[in-house]
């Protein structure tokens, strides 16, 4: 079984200031990790990505994940936060040993503030 | 990648209705996938759309309730049928090439 835990529900940084959204996973095999973003009646994009291969991820928009396996974690960081990041993040990860089904995490909801 | 389009984007629906949200890929894919966003929560898998063969459903979803429909590698289709206001959501589908899923950009769905 898999699962993802995001641990933040809600983050709130200043624009120009470091963006920190933490996310745990359990996985029984070599899973797959992703984030995904969603804005304000806006569909699901990708971010980046994570699949056993380099554990320092880069994605779009200036954001990279660091897949730890000794602490199950995924975390997102971007150096300088944005107003255009405003918008709900989803950790999902997918299980390795051929598995096809993504779980979410329930979200962190990032505010960008003046 | 794939870009994916769905139809409609948003209904205001009265219960007792259904209605089928249309899923189309810009390329063949192998899987594809349709999801459920309850308002303020996450993703839940309803199904998997497989192409020549009925969807597989995951629990706590049936396909009287929700049938599909794949009748290529690039289409699918997704019905709410007998809807209530319990099934006001985001519905989204989703397709999968190689390790990663893209997705829609949702259907909104409203049951008075």
């Known amino acids: 079984a898999q699962s993802v835990t995001q641990l933040d529900s809600h983050v709130s940084v200043s624009e120009g200031t470091p963006v920190l959204l933490r996310c745990n996973y359990s996985?029984?095999?070599?899973?797959?990790l992703f984030w995904y973003v969603q804005h304000p009646n806006k569909g699901l994009q990708l971010l980046l990505k994570?699949?056993?291969?380099?554990?320092l991820v880069k994605g779009i928009n200036g954001f990279e994940a660091e897949f730890k396996k000794s602490e199950t974690s995924f975390h997102l960081t971007k150096p300088s936060a944005h107003m255009s990041d405003a918008a709900e993040y989803f950790c999902v990860v997918s299980e390795g040993g051929g598995g096809n089904k993504l779980t979410f995490g329930t979200g962190t909801q990032l505010k960008v503030e003046l | 990648s794939a870009v994916i389009s769905q139809k409609p984007s948003r209904d205001i629906c009265q219960r007792g209705t259904s209605l089928t949200i249309q899923c189309q890929v810009d390329s063949q894919v192998t899987m594809m996938f349709w999801y459920r966003q309850q308002p303020g929560q996450s993703l839940t898998l309803i199904a998997t759309a497989n192409q020549g063969s009925e969807a597989t459903y995951e629990s706590g979803f049936v396909i009287d309730k929700f049938p599909i429909s794949r009748p290529n590698l690039t289409f699918s289709t997704l019905t709410v049928s007998n809807m209530s206001p319990e099934d006001s959501s985001i519905y989204l589908c989703?397709?999968?090439?190689?390790?990663?899923?893209?997705f829609g950009p949702g259907t909104r769905l409203l049951v008075l």
């Open positions: 989703s397709a999968r090439t190689g390790e990663t899923q893209y």
């Open positions: 994570y699949t056993s291969a380099a554990t």
């Open positions: 996985s029984s095999y070599s899973p797959s």
